[in-house]
Protein backbone atom coordinates (compact mmCIF):
# COMPACT_ATOMS: atom_id res chain seq x y z
CA UNK A 1 0.00 0.00 0.00
CA UNK A 2 1.41 3.50 -1.05
CA UNK A 3 1.34 5.76 2.54
CA UNK A 4 -1.51 7.65 2.82
CA UNK A 5 -1.18 11.78 2.69
CA UNK A 6 -3.52 12.10 5.50
CA UNK A 7 -3.05 15.45 6.03
CA UNK A 8 -4.33 16.06 2.26
CA UNK A 9 -7.23 13.94 2.78
CA UNK A 10 -10.39 14.95 1.09
CA UNK A 11 -14.01 12.73 1.67
CA UNK A 12 -13.90 10.38 -1.17
CA UNK A 13 -13.62 6.59 -1.18
CA UNK A 14 -10.92 4.46 -0.77
CA UNK A 15 -10.54 0.97 0.14
CA UNK A 16 -9.84 -0.63 3.39
CA UNK A 17 -9.18 -3.99 4.26
CA UNK A 18 -12.51 -5.55 5.69
CA UNK A 19 -15.92 -4.90 5.59
CA UNK A 20 -18.64 -6.46 7.58
CA UNK A 21 -21.78 -7.83 6.75
CA UNK A 22 -25.38 -9.63 7.96
CA UNK A 23 -28.00 -11.01 5.91
CA UNK A 24 -31.48 -11.19 6.79
CA UNK A 25 -33.35 -14.56 5.17
CA UNK A 26 -36.30 -16.43 6.59
CA UNK A 27 -36.66 -13.49 9.15
CA UNK A 28 -33.76 -13.78 10.90
CA UNK A 29 -30.45 -11.75 10.68
CA UNK A 30 -27.24 -14.05 9.87
CA UNK A 31 -24.13 -13.49 12.51
CA UNK A 32 -21.60 -11.00 11.29
CA UNK A 33 -19.75 -11.82 8.39
CA UNK A 34 -16.18 -10.63 7.15
CA UNK A 35 -15.27 -9.99 3.88
CA UNK A 36 -12.48 -8.74 2.08
CA UNK A 37 -14.43 -8.01 -1.16
CA UNK A 38 -15.43 -4.21 -2.46
CA UNK A 39 -18.20 -6.19 -4.60
CA UNK A 40 -21.93 -7.56 -3.55
CA UNK A 41 -23.85 -10.87 -4.65
CA UNK A 42 -26.91 -8.78 -5.77
CA UNK A 43 -29.97 -10.16 -7.83
CA UNK A 44 -30.95 -7.88 -10.98
CA UNK A 45 -34.83 -7.57 -8.96
CA UNK A 46 -33.42 -6.28 -5.74
CA UNK A 47 -35.89 -3.51 -4.43
CA UNK A 48 -32.85 -1.40 -3.74
CA UNK A 49 -32.15 -1.39 -6.90
CA UNK A 50 -35.98 -0.48 -8.69
CA UNK A 51 -37.71 0.98 -6.08
CA UNK A 52 -35.00 2.53 -3.43
CA UNK A 53 -35.83 0.82 -0.47
CA UNK A 54 -32.30 1.38 0.73
CA UNK A 55 -30.79 3.85 3.75
CA UNK A 56 -27.23 4.52 4.84
CA UNK A 57 -25.91 6.14 7.73
CA UNK A 58 -22.59 8.13 8.37
CA UNK A 59 -20.72 8.85 11.62
CA UNK A 60 -16.71 8.96 12.70
CA UNK A 61 -13.53 7.40 14.61
CA UNK A 62 -11.13 9.43 16.01
CA UNK A 63 -7.69 8.89 17.15
CA UNK A 64 -6.90 10.95 20.05
CA UNK A 65 -3.67 12.25 21.32
CA UNK A 66 -3.69 9.55 23.39
CA UNK A 67 -3.61 7.18 20.31
CA UNK A 68 -6.73 5.48 21.53
CA UNK A 69 -9.50 5.57 18.91
CA UNK A 70 -13.26 7.24 19.77
CA UNK A 71 -16.12 6.59 18.02
CA UNK A 72 -18.57 9.03 18.58
CA UNK A 73 -22.61 8.72 19.23
CA UNK A 74 -22.87 5.03 17.38
CA UNK A 75 -26.46 4.11 19.11
CA UNK A 76 -27.70 7.22 17.74
CA UNK A 77 -27.21 6.14 14.23
CA UNK A 78 -28.47 2.48 14.56
CA UNK A 79 -31.58 4.51 16.11
CA UNK A 80 -32.06 6.53 13.29
CA UNK A 81 -31.37 3.76 10.84
CA UNK A 82 -34.31 1.41 12.79
CA UNK A 83 -36.47 5.01 11.83
CA UNK A 84 -34.84 4.86 7.88
CA UNK A 85 -35.86 1.20 8.38
CA UNK A 86 -39.51 1.77 9.61
CA UNK A 87 -40.19 4.59 6.91
CA UNK A 88 -39.22 2.09 4.06
CA UNK A 89 -40.56 -1.23 5.43
CA UNK A 90 -37.54 -2.59 5.44
CA UNK A 91 -36.17 -5.33 8.37
CA UNK A 92 -35.12 -3.26 11.17
CA UNK A 93 -31.25 -4.41 12.18
CA UNK A 94 -30.82 -4.29 16.06
CA UNK A 95 -29.01 -1.50 18.15
CA UNK A 96 -26.35 -4.20 19.89
CA UNK A 97 -25.66 -6.02 16.23
CA UNK A 98 -25.09 -2.32 14.89
CA UNK A 99 -22.82 -1.19 17.02
CA UNK A 100 -20.55 -4.51 17.46
CA UNK A 101 -20.60 -4.65 13.53
CA UNK A 102 -19.33 -0.64 13.99
CA UNK A 103 -16.61 -1.95 16.39
CA UNK A 104 -15.90 -4.64 14.14
CA UNK A 105 -15.03 -2.71 11.03
CA UNK A 106 -12.84 0.06 13.07
CA UNK A 107 -10.88 -2.61 14.61
CA UNK A 108 -10.12 -4.67 11.49
CA UNK A 109 -9.47 -1.71 9.81
CA UNK A 110 -7.27 0.15 11.99
CA UNK A 111 -4.59 0.97 10.17
CA UNK A 112 -6.79 3.33 8.33
CA UNK A 113 -7.63 5.59 11.53
CA UNK A 114 -5.79 8.01 10.68
CA UNK A 115 -3.17 9.60 13.34
CA UNK A 116 -4.29 12.41 15.74
CA UNK A 117 -2.56 15.34 14.16
CA UNK A 118 -3.49 15.00 10.82
CA UNK A 119 -7.28 16.03 11.64
CA UNK A 120 -8.69 13.29 9.52
CA UNK A 121 -10.98 11.02 10.59
CA UNK A 122 -12.42 7.17 10.04
CA UNK A 123 -16.07 7.70 8.22
CA UNK A 124 -17.94 4.70 9.10
CA UNK A 125 -20.45 4.15 6.45
CA UNK A 126 -23.46 1.34 7.54
CA UNK A 127 -26.08 0.44 4.73
CA UNK A 128 -29.33 -1.66 4.18
CA UNK A 129 -30.76 -2.73 1.32
CA UNK A 130 -33.50 -4.82 -0.22
CA UNK A 131 -32.02 -7.81 -1.85
CA UNK A 132 -35.12 -9.73 -2.20
CA UNK A 133 -36.43 -9.66 -5.84
CA UNK A 134 -39.65 -8.28 -6.19
CA UNK A 135 -41.13 -6.80 -9.31
CA UNK A 136 -44.25 -5.51 -7.53
CA UNK A 137 -44.01 -2.25 -6.11
CA UNK A 138 -43.70 -4.02 -2.13
CA UNK A 139 -41.26 -4.72 0.49
CA UNK A 140 -38.17 -6.87 0.04
CA UNK A 141 -38.38 -10.06 2.11
CA UNK A 142 -34.40 -10.45 2.27
CA UNK A 143 -31.92 -7.37 3.01
CA UNK A 144 -28.00 -6.67 3.48
CA UNK A 145 -26.97 -4.67 6.47
CA UNK A 146 -23.22 -3.80 5.83
CA UNK A 147 -20.62 -1.21 6.92
CA UNK A 148 -17.54 -0.30 5.15
CA UNK A 149 -15.33 2.71 6.73
CA UNK A 150 -12.51 4.67 4.90
CA UNK A 151 -10.28 7.56 6.30
CA UNK A 152 -11.55 11.00 5.16
CA UNK A 153 -10.71 14.89 5.62
CA UNK A 154 -13.20 17.89 5.09
CA UNK A 155 -16.35 17.13 3.20
CA UNK A 156 -16.30 21.07 2.07
CA UNK A 157 -13.00 21.22 0.43
CA UNK A 158 -12.57 24.60 2.89
CA UNK A 159 -12.75 22.78 5.80
CA UNK A 160 -13.30 24.89 8.52
CA UNK A 161 -13.15 27.63 6.34
CA UNK A 162 -15.99 30.07 5.74
CA UNK A 163 -17.74 28.45 2.44
CA UNK A 164 -20.90 29.55 0.24
CA UNK A 165 -24.46 28.78 -0.36
CA UNK A 166 -27.54 28.96 -2.19
CA UNK A 167 -30.92 29.41 -2.49
CA UNK A 168 -33.02 27.87 -5.92
CA UNK A 169 -36.37 28.07 -4.79
CA UNK A 170 -37.34 25.47 -7.77
CA UNK A 171 -35.59 22.75 -6.22
CA UNK A 172 -36.90 20.20 -3.33
CA UNK A 173 -34.94 17.97 -1.44
CA UNK A 174 -37.81 16.43 0.30
CA UNK A 175 -41.95 16.65 0.58
CA UNK A 176 -42.80 17.95 3.82
CA UNK A 177 -44.59 14.55 4.93
CA UNK A 178 -42.12 12.50 2.44
CA UNK A 179 -39.08 11.23 3.28
CA UNK A 180 -36.44 14.10 4.14
CA UNK A 181 -36.61 12.98 8.36
CA UNK A 182 -34.99 9.63 7.19
CA UNK A 183 -31.76 8.76 5.83
CA UNK A 184 -32.54 7.08 2.35
CA UNK A 185 -30.70 7.33 -0.90
CA UNK A 186 -33.60 8.87 -2.59
CA UNK A 187 -33.04 12.58 -0.97
CA UNK A 188 -29.27 12.24 -2.27
CA UNK A 189 -30.46 11.05 -5.41
CA UNK A 190 -33.18 14.49 -5.51
CA UNK A 191 -30.38 16.70 -4.32
CA UNK A 192 -28.20 16.00 -7.34
CA UNK A 193 -29.01 18.46 -9.96
CA UNK A 194 -29.36 21.28 -7.72
CA UNK A 195 -26.43 20.32 -6.06
CA UNK A 196 -24.50 20.20 -9.32
CA UNK A 197 -25.84 23.65 -10.11
CA UNK A 198 -24.87 25.04 -7.19
CA UNK A 199 -21.21 23.85 -7.40
CA UNK A 200 -20.78 24.36 -10.96
CA UNK A 201 -21.59 28.24 -10.12
CA UNK A 202 -19.14 27.82 -6.91
CA UNK A 203 -20.99 27.28 -4.33
CA UNK A 204 -20.54 24.57 -1.78
CA UNK A 205 -23.95 23.65 -1.14
CA UNK A 206 -27.86 24.44 -2.11
CA UNK A 207 -29.31 25.38 1.12
CA UNK A 208 -33.30 24.26 0.71
CA UNK A 209 -36.25 26.11 1.86
CA UNK A 210 -39.65 24.50 2.71
CA UNK A 211 -41.21 22.34 -0.22
CA UNK A 212 -44.32 23.55 0.79
CA UNK A 213 -44.48 27.61 1.00
CA UNK A 214 -40.93 28.01 0.30
CA UNK A 215 -40.44 30.60 3.19
CA UNK A 216 -38.37 28.89 5.97
CA UNK A 217 -35.18 27.13 6.09
CA UNK A 218 -34.97 23.42 5.68
CA UNK A 219 -31.30 22.54 5.55
CA UNK A 220 -28.14 21.48 2.91
CA UNK A 221 -27.96 18.85 0.89
CA UNK A 222 -25.87 17.19 2.81
CA UNK A 223 -26.24 18.89 6.49
CA UNK A 224 -28.28 20.67 9.05
CA UNK A 225 -27.98 24.84 9.12
CA UNK A 226 -27.60 26.88 12.48
CA UNK A 227 -27.36 30.38 13.31
CA UNK A 228 -25.96 32.44 15.73
CA UNK A 229 -27.39 35.42 17.00
CA UNK A 230 -27.78 37.37 20.42
CA UNK A 231 -26.74 34.48 22.27
CA UNK A 232 -29.03 32.19 20.77
CA UNK A 233 -28.44 28.79 18.49
CA UNK A 234 -31.46 28.63 16.37
CA UNK A 235 -32.30 25.63 13.87
CA UNK A 236 -34.99 24.88 12.06
CA UNK A 237 -37.77 22.69 13.40
CA UNK A 238 -38.94 21.13 9.98
CA UNK A 239 -40.63 17.90 9.03
CA UNK A 240 -38.78 17.36 6.07
CA UNK A 241 -34.97 17.57 7.33
CA UNK A 242 -32.97 15.23 8.53
CA UNK A 243 -32.46 14.94 12.79
CA UNK A 244 -28.62 15.43 12.27
CA UNK A 245 -26.51 13.67 15.56
CA UNK A 246 -24.03 16.72 15.11
CA UNK A 247 -26.55 19.44 15.35
CA UNK A 248 -28.39 17.28 18.82
CA UNK A 249 -25.37 17.73 20.02
CA UNK A 250 -24.24 21.26 19.08
CA UNK A 251 -27.46 22.42 21.18
CA UNK A 252 -26.63 20.54 23.81
CA UNK A 253 -23.46 22.10 23.91
CA UNK A 254 -24.43 25.73 23.36
CA UNK A 255 -26.86 25.14 26.34
CA UNK A 256 -24.13 24.55 28.43
CA UNK A 257 -22.13 27.54 26.95
CA UNK A 258 -25.20 29.30 28.62
CA UNK A 259 -26.45 30.15 25.34
CA UNK A 260 -30.49 29.61 24.67
CA UNK A 261 -31.04 27.38 22.00
CA UNK A 262 -34.40 27.62 19.81
CA UNK A 263 -35.18 24.74 17.32
CA UNK A 264 -38.22 26.31 15.04
CA UNK A 265 -39.07 27.59 11.76
CA UNK A 266 -36.76 29.87 10.71
CA UNK A 267 -37.79 32.58 7.96
CA UNK A 268 -35.63 33.08 5.06
CA UNK A 269 -35.69 36.50 5.62
CA UNK A 270 -34.17 36.10 8.91
CA UNK A 271 -30.36 35.29 7.55
CA UNK A 272 -30.55 39.01 7.31
CA UNK A 273 -30.01 38.97 11.17
CA UNK A 274 -27.62 36.53 12.40
CA UNK A 275 -24.32 37.06 13.54
CA UNK A 276 -23.00 33.61 12.23
CA UNK A 277 -24.46 30.77 10.34
CA UNK A 278 -22.69 26.93 9.88
CA UNK A 279 -24.00 23.96 8.28
CA UNK A 280 -23.22 20.81 10.59
CA UNK A 281 -23.16 16.99 10.17
CA UNK A 282 -20.62 14.18 10.46
CA UNK A 283 -19.33 15.09 6.82
CA UNK A 284 -19.49 18.72 7.24
CA UNK A 285 -18.46 18.25 11.02
CA UNK A 286 -19.17 22.45 11.56
CA UNK A 287 -18.91 24.37 8.17
CA UNK A 288 -18.91 28.15 8.87
CA UNK A 289 -20.36 30.19 6.07
CA UNK A 290 -19.55 33.33 5.03
CA UNK A 291 -22.14 34.36 2.45
CA UNK A 292 -25.20 32.81 1.48
CA UNK A 293 -26.90 33.96 -1.83
CA UNK A 294 -30.60 33.91 -2.99
CA UNK A 295 -30.17 33.53 -6.13
CA UNK A 296 -33.95 34.08 -7.10
CA UNK A 297 -34.06 37.28 -5.35
CA UNK A 298 -30.44 38.28 -6.24
CA UNK A 299 -30.08 38.97 -2.95
CA UNK A 300 -26.96 38.20 -0.77
CA UNK A 301 -26.35 37.47 3.07
CA UNK A 302 -22.92 38.12 4.11
CA UNK A 303 -20.98 36.69 7.24
CA UNK A 304 -17.65 37.06 8.37
CA UNK A 305 -14.68 35.54 6.05
CA UNK A 306 -13.18 34.08 9.10
CA UNK A 307 -15.67 31.67 11.40
CA UNK A 308 -17.59 33.25 14.11
CA UNK A 309 -16.42 33.32 17.61
CA UNK A 310 -19.15 30.93 18.82
CA UNK A 311 -18.95 28.62 15.64
CA UNK A 312 -15.36 28.38 16.72
CA UNK A 313 -15.80 27.40 20.34
CA UNK A 314 -18.52 25.32 19.27
CA UNK A 315 -16.44 23.61 16.73
CA UNK A 316 -13.37 23.32 19.72
CA UNK A 317 -15.85 21.88 22.19
CA UNK A 318 -16.88 19.07 19.86
CA UNK A 319 -13.73 18.28 18.47
CA UNK A 320 -12.44 18.01 22.03
CA UNK A 321 -15.06 15.19 22.89
CA UNK A 322 -14.24 13.45 19.73
CA UNK A 323 -10.34 13.39 20.08
CA UNK A 324 -10.58 12.54 23.62
CA UNK A 325 -8.49 15.91 24.84
CA UNK A 326 -11.69 17.32 26.75
CA UNK A 327 -13.79 15.53 29.15
CA UNK A 328 -17.02 13.53 27.88
CA UNK A 329 -19.90 14.48 30.28
CA UNK A 330 -22.47 12.71 28.28
CA UNK A 331 -20.75 9.67 27.28
CA UNK A 332 -21.02 9.82 23.52
CA UNK A 333 -17.76 8.78 22.75
CA UNK A 334 -17.25 4.71 23.23
CA UNK A 335 -13.43 3.62 23.08
CA UNK A 336 -12.56 0.80 20.52
CA UNK A 337 -10.22 -1.44 22.69
N1 LIG B 1 -28.75 16.48 6.93
C1 LIG B 1 -28.52 15.63 5.92
C2 LIG B 1 -29.39 15.72 4.73
C3 LIG B 1 -27.47 14.71 6.01
O1 LIG B 1 -27.21 13.88 5.01
C4 LIG B 1 -26.67 14.69 7.16
C5 LIG B 1 -25.59 13.71 7.28
O2 LIG B 1 -25.74 12.68 7.88
C6 LIG B 1 -26.96 15.58 8.18
C7 LIG B 1 -28.00 16.47 8.03
C8 LIG B 1 -26.16 15.58 9.43
O3 LIG B 1 -26.51 14.52 10.27
P1 LIG B 1 -25.46 13.95 11.30
O4 LIG B 1 -25.01 15.07 12.13
O5 LIG B 1 -26.21 12.94 12.06
O6 LIG B 1 -24.36 13.37 10.49
C1 LIG C 1 -22.74 12.35 6.77
O1 LIG C 1 -22.49 13.47 7.18
O2 LIG C 1 -22.39 11.33 7.37
C2 LIG C 1 -23.50 12.14 5.57
O3 LIG C 1 -24.00 11.07 5.42
C3 LIG C 1 -23.59 13.16 4.54
C4 LIG C 1 -23.29 12.52 3.23
C5 LIG C 1 -24.09 13.11 2.16
C6 LIG C 1 -21.85 12.47 2.95
Known amino acids: MNAIDWKNLGFGYSKTDYNVRSWFRNGEWSELEISDSEILPLHMAATCLHY ?9 AFRGQDGKIRVFRMEENALRMQRSSEGLMMAEFPVDK ?3 AVRKAIKLNERFVPPYESGASLYIRPL ?43 YDRAAP ?4 KIKVG ?9 GHRAHANGFSAVLYLDAREKKYIDECGPANFFAISKNRYITP ?24 VEERPILAEELADFEE ?21 DKEYLYGKEPGKISVQLYEKLRGIQYGKEPDPYGWTEIIE
Not at 159 to 167: A, H, Q, R, S, W
Not at 279 to 294: E, F, H, L
Open 128 to 170: LIGTGAQIGVKPADEYLFMIFVMPVGPYFKEGFKPTDLVIYRE
Open 277 to 297: VGACGTAAVISPIKRVYDADL
Open 98 to 100: FKE
Open 186 to 194: GNYAASLVS
Open 237 to 260: KSSSILPSITNMSLRQLAADMGMI
Open 52 to 60: GQEAFEGLK
Open 177 to 180: LGTG
